[in-house]
């Protein structure tokens, strides 16, 4: 399913978020085997697993219109990571945005850039009452992202996922929270 073509989701000023191409795929298993970028994220995946994973994500996008896609900087058409909308076991009745990016390409504000457009994608593609996101409470660059994009702290939980047990922060904004921001 993964070819040389790709769907665009939607572009900012500086990215293009779009569905993955062959070309991504090296990026992609190199980022997810990374143990810096894995650190709050369960740990590095095999090359496999991440192969697997891009497979049901480019489905459950060109499916549904979710699924943490390609995020492409435009001057260049570096792949930069990930980013979109997800459905949490946790939360099966919430979108979540989120983001995974190349560490070469933190700090540079991409995932702000990338969140802010998902979150505008969920409200008006989706039509959502609210979106959350969810990081380990130690994982300050993600959860300042949050902040950034207007998301605010809701809850802290116990989520498990295979053996794993991590506290986590859920942040989330209502679609009229996100309305009343000056930059959607």
Known sequence: MIGNEAVVAMETPRLRLRTFRTGDLAHLVAMNADPTVMAHLGGPMSPEASLAMAEAIQHAFLAEGIGMIAVE?????????????????????DLEVGWRLLPAHWGRGYATEAGRA???????????????????????????????????????????????????????ITRAEWERQPAS
């Open 118 to 172: 998902w979150l505008g994608y969920a409200f008006r593609r989706h039509g959502v009452a609210r979106v959350i996101s969810v990081a380990d409470v130690p994982n300050r660059r993600s959860r300042a992202v949050m902040e950034r994009l207007g998301l605010q702290l809701d809850h802290t939980a116990l989520l498990q996922e295979g053996e794993d047990r991590f506290e986590a922060a859920v942040h989330a």
């Open 73 to 93: 900087r435009r001057a260049d058409e570096a792949f930069l990571g990930i980013a979109g909308l997800n459905r949490l076991a946790w939360y099966p009745d």
